[in-house]
């Protein structure tokens, strides 16, 4: 995957918007491209804390505090704060916009960046179990195998998952996945 080329998709896709109305609470996650051999993203997996998100698979990131200037500003506090990735690491690419949460009313403003993976991460035990890095290529064969590409999540509901042996992506993290990766897909396509 070409990071400036995504970057033109998602500039072209304007898929920024204003959080909606309402008495939602807003958080931000970074959706972390990780320059290997080949392309991964970055994913969580969050601690169990007795809320609606333990253990579940995620991108790094949280609720905005009122010292955040903006929602890209805390994707970059929130990630540095879960995995020690500083926000001189990570160019942000554009954004993806934003997800609500099903358990709890929660608007997620997502961004794409690339981490230059320069030093070891720092993960916060009280709200990262683990960081993963799944390959880029294996969610977009996963996605096209199960029969997600061109379709819309709200056709998909429920049944968009993207199985990781013994763990699955499941509820806003597969949204974006299938946002990010139905994005990118326009530069093959």
Known sequence: MNPEALRSLLDAADLSSSHP???????????????????NLLLIRR???GDPWSNHLAFPGGHLEPTDS?????AYRETEEETGIPPDAITCLG???HFQTWTKPVDVHAFVGLWNAAGPLRVNPTEVAEVLEVSWSRLVREHEAQGFAGRGVDELGLTLVYPLGGLEIW???ARMIHCLIETASRSSG
């Open 171 to 173: 509820g806003v993290t």
């Open 95 to 97: 954004e993806l916009g």
């Open 70 to 74: 903006s929602a890209l500003a805390a």
């Open 47 to 49: 601690a169990d804390r």
């Open 21 to 39: 109305a309402g008495p939602t609470r807003r958080a931000a996650v970074f959706a972390l491209l990780v320059p290997r051999e080949h392309t």
